[in-house]
């Protein structure tokens, strides 16, 4: 499967009434189950001297020191995404690999899902491919005749 999409910073309202725009973390979520990403893969891809973390089912499975660069333009847009094949899972900045990790027992179904835990983010686009795992039946199929 893959995820791509295009984030850029909200305009978050500062305590002396003014405002800033930093894209400080953004949260990837694949495979998830009903709790959302406790149940399947957690990408935090932090900023500013963090770190990005891949978690599994809550706990830390690969550190990376990919962070979001930080630019000065107003309005600036990031493509991010993440690449699953097999049991490889692959965190895509503008359509490069910056982190890999291969799963021993991987998940293989769920939801996807975007958050962040520090400030406003803005999804302008996302676009996932994923892959049937068992056909579907046809839902304009007419019943067996004599």
């Not at 305009?11 to 990403?37: F, S, T, W």
């Not at 993440?82 to 179904?109: C, F, S």
């Not at 962040?116 to 686009?125: A, C, E, H, M, Q």
């Not at 996302?126 to 049937?132: C, L, N, Q, R, S």
Request: hydrophobic share 35%; charged share 20%; net charge neutral.
């Amino acid at each position: 499967m893959d995820l791509s999409f295009y984030v850029g910073a909200r305009m978050m309202p500062r305590g002396d009434g003014k405002y800033y725009e930093q894209l400080r973390d953004v949260h990837i979520g694949i495979c998830c189950g009903p709790n959302g990403a406790a149940d399947g893969y957690l990408l935090k891809v932090s900023n500013l001297g963090q770190y990005t973390v891949l978690e599994r089912k809550g706990k830390e499975v690969k550190r990376s020191s990919f962070t979001i660069p930080q630019v000065t333009i107003h309005n600036d847009w990031l493509q991010l995404g993440i690449r699953k094949r097999g049991a490889t899972i692959q965190l895509l900045h503008w359509g490069y690999p910056v982190m890999e990790y291969t799963d021993p027992n991987p998940l293989d179904e769920g939801t996807v899902c975007l958050g962040t835990d520090r400030n406003g983010i803005l999804v302008p686009r996302m676009t996932v491919y994923g892959e049937v795992l068992a056909p579907l039946p046809d839902p304009l199929a007419l019943p067996a005749g004599p």
